[in-house]
């Protein structure tokens, strides 16, 4: 599975944004997908997930209320919208995919794509 992370950029805080990744094959509601993003000196942490069928999602407790994770398993894509964004939400995005298991741990995951850079300024 090759993954293609897309809709990043610039925005003031209490903006919104809405990230894309786009996903190759035939069999992409067969992956749960998940979100991480790495912000400069930190460590990879967890965003959101959503399981094969889009029927479970999971996220970090600083994003509960603000971002919201979908699929659309016909497009290949699975999307975060990112409302009332704040500077500590500022980071580079990954998207990735698990076949066996999902979770918050970036061992969970199988693919991962190239990220997108998300900057809010304050």
């Known amino acids: 599975v090759q993954l293609q992370a897309s809709g990043g950029g610039l925005v003031q805080a209490g903006g919104s944004l809405r990230l894309s990744c786009a996903a190759s094959?035939?069999?992409?509601?067969?992956?749960?997908m998940g979100w991480f993003r790495q912000a400069p000196g930190k460590e990879r942490e967890f965003v959101a997930a959503i399981s094969g069928n889009g029927g479970t999602t999971s996220y970090v407790d600083s994003v509960k209320g603000r971002f919201t994770i979908s699929r659309d398993n016909a497009k290949n894509t699975v999307y975060l919208q990112m409302n009332s964004l704040k500077p500590e939400d500022t980071a580079v995005y990954y998207c990735?995919?698990?076949?066996?298991?999902?979770?918050?741990?970036?061992?969970?995951?199988?693919?991962w794509g190239q990220g997108t850079l998300v900057t809010v300024s304050s």
């Open positions: 094959g035939r069999t992409f509601s067969r992956y749960a």
């Open positions: 990735a995919a698990s076949i066996s298991r999902w979770g918050p741990s970036v061992y969970d995951y199988d693919y």
